[in-house]
């Protein structure tokens, strides 16, 4: 079956303007969480979702961040006044709450490159 | 202190060597434990969980030991194939499962 998967896969974008990445997850995970991963470094948590609620956005790092979810299913994670800092691979996983095993499926990420 | 912390290598070994990778976590409270395994820009994937009586796949073993929170990946018979980033990651199962990802250990197998 189709796995996660994420859009734009690069994105090239000036300092100080907004972006806008997309979380399409395994159809039926209701779990769906946000990561960042800068060159060289491990995952870092951003937000989890559980169905359309965020119980868990300790992981976004200013309030430049935000994200949602709509109909249980995609997810955009927004980005205003971006930094040079913001620079990373955005990765998005998602889980079946029902599953013996807690595995995290991940897409392909977005690479954002601000300039 | 790391969460989870990791040596991060590069580990360089020739093809058919045996590579151990060892991961400390700070949660005692951590529930589950993982090794995934990430190739050159792409994403994790799960190579294997992690039980405390230890387990085994293929030619991959995995140990936990609780008490000393130390987390062990062995590979065996190494192959090119193997060249890649292992990452441990424990659970800390708050209310869901939240896992904490190590920065990950490089292997790079040579022929």
């Known amino acids: 079956g189709a796995g996660v998967s994420q859009s734009p896969s690069n994105k090239v974008t000036e300092k100080g303007k907004d972006v806008e990445l997309r979380c399409d997850p395994i159809?039926?995970?209701?779990?769906l969480y946000w990561y960042r991963q800068s060159l060289g470094q491990g995952l870092e948590f951003l937000i989890y979702f559980q169905g359309n609620s965020a119980p868990d956005k300790s992981g976004l790092p200013s309030d430049r961040f935000s994200a949602e979810r709509t109909g249980g299913s995609v997810s955009t994670l927004t980005i205003q006044r971006t930094q040079q800092e913001d620079s990373a691979v955005y990765l998005c996983?998602?889980?079946?709450?029902?599953?013996?095993?807690?595995?995290?499926?991940f897409g392909p990420g977005t690479r954002l490159t601000v300039t | 202190r790391k969460e989870v912390e990791q040596d991060p290598g590069p580990f360089n070994v020739p093809e058919g060597a045996t590579v151990a990778f060892n991961c400390t976590y700070s949660?005692?409270?951590?529930?589950?434990f993982f090794w995934y395994r990430q190739d050159c820009r792409k994403e994790p994937k799960l190579l294997m969980s992690v039980y405390s009586s230890g387990n085994e796949d293929g030619r991959f073993t995995a140990q936990l030991n609780r008490a000393s929170q130390y987390i062990s990946l062995l590979i065996r018979d190494s192959k090119l194939s193997d060249s890649a980033t292992y990452l441990c990651?424990?659970?800390?199962?708050?209310?869901?499962?939240?896992?904490?990802f190590g920065a990950g250990t490089r292997l790079a197998v040579h022929p």
């Open positions: 949660n005692s409270a951590s529930q589950s």
């Open positions: 996983a998602s889980s079946s709450p029902s599953g013996a095993s807690d595995e995290q499926y």
């Open positions: 159809s039926g995970h209701t779990a």
């Open positions: 990651v424990v659970n800390e199962a708050r209310g869901y499962n939240k896992l904490i």
